[in-house]
C-alpha cells in the first residue's frame, strides 16, 4: 500500500516504524508471514512492532485501539498510514476505525490503497515514487508466501503506480486518502519525506 511512500521516508533518513496487527493465519502461516513482514521492514529500515490479534476478527475494542495508542505514545509520529475505509476486508476497516480513535492526536493521517480496497477509494493526494518503485518491488517480494496472488504480481504494482502518476508528477505514483492534514507552523514536517508510521 504505501511501501514507496515509507522508501522515501528511509531515503530521506526519517525514522520508520510498521505497526503489524495480525499474524495473517487465515491466509497463511503466522511464524512465516511474521519472518516476511520483518523482512520487508528491513528494507526500509523500519522498526517492526507486531501483535497477534486474530486474523479476520479484528475488533477495534478488543485491544486494538489501545495497542495502537501504545505505540503512537512512544514513537510520536509526524505521519501515521493506515487502511482505507472503502475496503472490502473486515480487518482493513477494522484497522481504519481503530486509527481514527488512536491517532487523534496525530497532525497527519492518510489512508493508502490495498489490493482489497473498493471503487469508493477517493485519493487526493499522489506521492511521486519513480525513484522508490524497485525498493517497494523488493518489500512486495519478501512476502513470498504470497507471491501467487495476482495483486502480487510486478507488471500489476508497476500498470497501478503508473496509472495514479496522472494526477499527480512523476512517472510512478502511490495514492492517498488524506483523513487528516496539517500545516500549522507548530507541526513538523508533513509531507512523504516526513517520518511515518505504518
Not at 503508473?162 to 492517498?176: C, D, I, K, Q, T
Request: charged letters at 20%; one cysteine or more; glycine letters at 8%.
Amino acid at each position: 500500500g504505501a511501501g514507496g511512500a515509507l522508501a522515501a521516508h528511509h531515503a530521506a533518513g526519517d525514522a520508520i516504524v510498521i505497526l503489524t496487527l495480525s499474524g495473517g493465519a487465515v491466509g497463511g502461516q503466522s511464524g512465516e508471514r511474521r519472518a516476511e513482514s520483518q523482512a520487508a521492514a528491513a528494507i526500509v529500515g523500519a522498526r517492526l512492532v507486531h501483535h497477534d490479534f486474530p486474523d479476520t476478527k479484528i475488533d477495534p475494542a478488543s485491544g486494538v485501539i489501545t495497542a495502537i495508542e501504545e505505540v503512537i505514545r512512544e514513537i510520536r509520529p509526524d505521519q501515521v498510514y493506515t487502511h482505507s475505509a472503502n475496503d472490502r476486508h473486515q480487518d482493513h476497516r477494522a484497522v481504519n476505525a481503530a486509527v481514527q480513535i488512536a491517532a487523534r492526536s496525530v497532525q497527519n493521517v492518510a489512508c493508502f490503497q490495498s489490493p482489497s480496497c473498493t471503487v469508493e477509494f477517493r485519493p487526493d493526494r499522489f506521492v511521486d515514487i519513480g525513484d522508490q518503485l524497485e525498493t517497494k518491488l523488493r518489500m512486495l517480494a519478501a512476502f513470498a508466501s504470497q507471491s501467487g496472488r495476482d495483486y502480487m504480481q510486478t507488471d500489476l504494482v508497476r500498470a497501478t503506480a503508473r496509472y495514479w502518476s496522472r494526477f499527480g508528477v512523476g512517472e510512478f505514483a502511490e495514492p492517498l486518502e488524506t483523513l487528516r492534514a496539517s500545516a500549522t507552523p507548530q507541526s513538523r514536517r508533513a509531507s512523504p519525506e516526513s517520518g511515518g508510521v505504518h
